[in-house]
């Protein structure tokens, strides 16, 4: 028994000493993003863009006529010191020239990129990131949000619930969120805008992530019988037991998702169970049907690689490489990092949409030829129904009362 | 009012079912061989992933007849293999309880990570053992948490009832009240011990067969399910059967009363604001002792 | 393991350490590693004397590091006292908070303690995220995004410019690790020996248990604490994601892989224990599972850890060699 361990210890050691070689006339892109832990699931969503870009780039020649080569780094749970060490490993010891890195934190990634010049694409949707870039605009100078931020988010969604085709029978709303920056971010900022318009918020509760028994608080909501109940928890199990028990004995309620509508299981898991959901992604690309013939190509190539409709940040992730390879060309020189920015900042990036412009704060802000997207789940699928800002409906994929308030009504 | 109450008392029974069948595993491995087992909660989601993959065999309708039959003995297996195997070389040595602590941390950390390389980060489901709900007036009860109470109460029962009736269960109470009597009474220790483990590990295996039909199967869940159980075995008492049952029922509406009047955020707080208060008061839990 | 060896490692490290940024200086990453290495070393110390040496089972240390972290970031943040005084109020508020916890708890047996100081972990995260923690400034779940640097002697220590903020680093850690050997080697130390084998004939020769307990609990706690203060102004930033499982597991590491209650084993371990973390980091999910590999298969083969191994190397070849020839 013994001498088995010792022989699996050595294997164990030799397997660690192997160090990866480094191959020349290539350009280094670094890819800080959760490998581990909560939050492995998005980091692979954006992963699937990221890579789907740079291989698509290398297909082509290249950048520059050089390889792109991803260096990866586990960011884990965006520990302030665990985002700080990444952008030493990639930008102080890898020396990257640019950085793609999904969602990064809220704010100590600005801190911890900033203090180097390779460009860095975040898709961190916060407002205190943002106020962590406004310290200091010069410095952070290489900092790009690739989507809006939560109070924005918030915003939008209020404006796309009150544009619904639907005659509310009441003006109490309850908000239900996370326990994290970006759930309170968000339901603060819903709870606000229905005060301001005169509508009752009797119930604002936070809870925390792995809360999967809701029947105290669904008794509650079941009293108060609201018109919109709006749930921002970005994890499938707890949505998924919220919807299936809120469905034994359901009120006359819209029920809004939010960004929690994004993980890919909640569709697959619950199928057409799931119909009459709405939920928003920022910086979306529009399904099942794209608003143009590049985008759908993009789709098509997506579903095609991937064998599933594209998710949230993917193709956010997938445009900030291209955003920065278009910035590369047009400078000539993938290590002029202050041109590239400067380049990105003023011009922008042409993507499958139009046009992608950072304003003052270098946040991609949501409007124009990339809005954020308001789904409903029509038939197992996300369907997008409003795009906002401005709001309006989405080619003809009109709204469906959810079958329990129809049921309910009759 | 009264609607909300009977529903707030529903959600805590259906709580407290399963908590104490998590609890009762935990408290026997502690209660006969005094060993602290951190991979407890990884057993759980290995219950969730064994029970996947017979259904993914098996197909859904009728599939959990057999995921039972054929889950539990496998469990059983790999209790006592593990048992054998990291845990007993360590018994010899003086602080053995330390090691024994770090080499299930470490097992803990291997089947996590296994499960994700294996599985995936995504969750996996299983069909709801029963569709359907009863509905008595207002009042409305699913049959998936009618099945879940009564499987797990219907183990626990099977549980006491090995160890009150069987020789080998005799013999872990024997081993519990009295390591060295047992042991001149020619009780094999290194059997019971394993036997014990084994026993545990198939308790939580089905708990988190039993739970993941309804809540999900993800590779890291392990960790919540082993700071419930302990807190439940603590409070209860380690190595109570009965007072971890009482425990189990007394936080699982705790959590219904605490999360209906406060909210969710204030569960865990209350939790180990009882379980605090008692120990200062009682510091052997609720029934320190094999009863 | 006699006291002459002990000091003799220590001092290699001690040495080893201090040289290390002439070569390694240039590189910020690499510098940073060895920062925290110095900064987990000294929590994992505590820890190691507290559950190796005392034998308490105390699962609060990951809390006791965060409270004193926190401690002097709101002090320094909101009252405006000086980094350098914030660190010390920190430690003085973890002891504080060290001997409330202690008080209840370590009359308990076992298990027990691991839960109550378990529970106190567990319930820090709720406190800093809710509306209690934002009162006091903790900034809820956002954490606190600007922590002012360290100033001494009018020389600003941030993480920006590493290698000075290393030797300060080395200092505290010197000091620390010195303070712990001298109570292990001590009258002290002794005593929780004789406790761990007997409590009840400590007892009896009037070893008070419970005082000793506390009072090592109040010092570890202190030393946390001031880690903790240490590390917030390090890296200017705060959360409460430390209390994650990641850093009470990779803490435990560091305990397994240098052998517990073997000092200076833990310091040893909590070096190869973050080098590591980094090597197998590009392995993703791999690195956990490897990890766990290597903790089952460290207890099995080698339960004493680094310096159990090396002393049985030692002890071997010194049998070998000192064995009469009949």
């Not at chain 3, 999910?285 to 049985?312: A, C, E, M, N, S």
Request: net charge positive; aromatic share 12%.
């Amino acid at each position: 028994m013994n001498k088995i361990y010792r022989i699996a210890l050595t294997l164990l050691a030799g397997l660690i000493t192997t160090a990866p070689v480094m191959a020349a006339d290539t350009i280094k892109v670094g890819v800080p993003l959760a490998m581990t832990g909560p939050y492995t699931d998005t980091g692979d969503n954006y992963w699937k863009g990221i890579k789907m870009a740079i291989d698509e780039i290398n297909g082509s020649g290249g950048l520059l006529g050089k390889k792109l080569k991803t260096i990866r780094f586990d960011t884990m749970d965006f520990a302030p010191e665990r985002v700080m060490q990444g952008a030493d490993y990639l930008c102080g010891k890898q020396k990257v020239h640019s950085v793609h890195a999904g969602w990064a934190g809220w704010g100590q990634d600005v801190r911890a990129y900033g203090k180097y010049s390779a460009p860095f694409f975040a898709d961190d949707g916060s407002q205190s990131a943002v106020d962590v870039f406004r310290l200091n605009p010069e410095k952070y100078s290489n900092i790009f949000q690739l989507t809006d931020v939560g109070i924005n988010q918030a915003q939008s969604v209020f404006r796309v619930l009150m544009a619904l085709p639907y005659e509310y029978p009441n003006k109490k709303a309850v908000i239900i969120n996370a326990d994290d920056a970006w759930g309170t971010e968000v339901g603060d900022t819903l709870k606000k805008k229905f005060k301001k318009n005169g509508w009752k918020v009797p119930m604002h509760e936070t809870v925390p992530y792995g809360t999967r028994e809701w029947g105290p608080l669904l008794t509650k909501i079941r009293r108060i019988k609201p018109a919109v109940l709006h749930l921002e928890i970005v994890s499938a199990q707890e949505v998924i037991t919220f919807f299936r028990q809120f469905i034994k004995a359901p009120t006359r309620t819209i029920i809004s998702y939010g960004y929690s509508l994004v993980p890919r299981e909640v569709v697959e898991t619950m199928g057409k169970q799931a119909d009459g959901l709405i939920g928003e992604v920022p910086t979306a690309m529009p399904t099942p049907q794209a608003p143009t013939p590049q985008a759908q190509a993009w789709v098509d190539r997506f579903s095609k690689l991937y064998k599933h409709s594209p998710q949230a940040g993917s193709w956010a992730a997938y445009s900030g490489v291209n955003a920065w390879a278009a910035a590369v060309r047009a400078v000539g020189d993938e290590t002029r990092h202050a041109e590239i920015n400067a380049y990105i900042k003023e011009k922008g990036y042409k993507g499958e949409t139009g046009w992608w412009k950072w304003d003052t704060d270098n946040v991609m802000r949501a409007g124009a030829d990339v809005p954020i997207g308001h789904y409903q789940v029509q038939n197992g699928e996300l369907v997008t129904i409003f795009t906002d800002p401005p709001t309006k409906p989405y080619k003809n994929n009109a709204f469906v009362v959810p079958r329990w308030i129809r049921k309910a009504g009759s | 009012m009264y609607l909300e109450l009977i529903d707030v008392l529903i959600s805590g029974l259906t709580n407290g079912s399963v908590y104490a069948l998590m609890a009762a595993g935990l408290t026997l491995v502690y209660g006969v061989s005094k060993a602290f087992n951190f991979a407890y909660g990884s057993f759980f989601s290995l219950g969730g992933y064994i029970a996947w993959m017979l259904m993914a065999v098996f197909g859904t309708a009728k599939g959990y007849f057999f995921v039972f039959i054929l889950s539990v003995p496998l469990l059983l297996l790999i209790g006592y293999g593990v048992e054998r195997i990291i845990v007993s070389p360590l018994r010899k040595r003086q602080d053995w309880e330390v090691k024994v602590m770090m080499v299930t941390l470490g097992l803990a950390l291997l089947l996590d990570n296994s499960f994700q390389v294996v599985f995936g980060a995504r969750m996996k489901s299983l069909p709801p053992i029963m569709e359907g709900a009863l509905t008595i007036n207002d009042v409305i009860v699913s049959y998936q948490d009618m099945a879940i109470f009564i499987l797990s109460i219907a183990s626990i029962l099977c549980f006491r009832w090995m160890l009150n009736n069987t020789r080998l269960g005799m013999a872990a109470r024997a081993v519990a009240q009295n390591p060295a009597g047992a042991q001149i009474v020619g009780i094999p220790q290194n059997i019971i011990f394993a036997s014990t483990f084994a026993v545990s590990t198939a308790m939580v295996g089905v708990g988190g067969i039993l739970l993941s039909q309804k809540y999900f199967i993800s590779p890291a869940d392990g960790w919540d399910i082993l700071v419930k159980a302990w807190v439940i075995t603590a409070f209860g008492g380690m190595g109570s059967i009965r007072g971890s049952l009482y425990a189990a029922f007394i936080l699982g509406m705790l959590e219904a009363c605490v999360g209906w009047l406060f909210g969710m955020s204030w569960i865990l707080v209350a939790n180990f604001a009882v379980l605090v208060t008692t120990l200062a008061i009682r510091p052997q839990g609720l029934f320190g002792k094999w009863g | 393991m006699n006291w002459k060896n002990m000091a003799a490692i220590m001092a290699a490290i001690y040495g080893i350490m201090a040289m290390l940024p002439f070569f390694l200086g240039k590189t910020n990453f690499v510098m940073h590693i060895l920062i925290m290495c110095l900064i987990w070393a000294v929590v994992a110390s505590c820890w190691d004397l507290i559950m190796g040496f005392a034998g308490i089972f105390s699962f609060g240390q990951v809390a006791f590091f965060v409270i004193g972290a926190y401690a002097s970031a709101i002090v320094s943040n909101t009252y405006h006292v000086s980094p350098a005084g914030a660190i010390l109020l920190a430690g003085g508020f973890t002891a504080a908070v060290g001997i409330l916890v202690g008080l209840p708890c370590l009359r308990l047996k076992g298990a027990y303690v691991a839960l109550v100081t378990f529970a106190v972990h567990m319930t820090l995260e709720p406190l800093l995220k809710g509306d209690f923690g934002r009162a006091i400034g903790t900034g809820g779940s956002r954490g606190i995004m600007a922590i002012a640097p360290l100033k001494l002697f009018g020389v600003t220590f941030s993480s920006a410019d590493p290698v000075p903020f290393f030797y300060l680093t080395l200092i505290f850690f010197i000091i620390c690790t010195l303070i712990i050997l001298f109570v292990i080697k001590s009258y002290w130390g002794t005593a929780f020996v004789a406790l761990k084998d007997s409590e009840n004939l400590a007892a009896s020769l009037g070893i008070s248990a419970f005082k000793y307990k506390l009072t090592v609990f109040a010092l570890t706690s202190f030393i946390t604490g001031l880690a903790g203060g240490f590390y917030c102004h390090y890296v200017g930033m705060l959360s409460h994601r430390l209390l994650g499982v990641d850093l009470f597991v990779t803490l435990m590491v560091m305990l397994a892989i240098g052998g517990i209650g073997h000092y200076p084993g833990a310091i040893i371990g909590a070096f190869i224990t973050v080098t590591l973390n980094e090597l197998l980091a590009p392995l993703g999910t791999y690195r956990p599972l490897i990890i766990g590999i290597l903790i089952i298969l460290l207890v099995l083969l080698f339960p004493d850890g680094i310096i159990g191994l090396v002393q049985k190397v030692f002890t071997s070849k010194a049998d070998k060699a000192t064995k009469p020839v009949y």
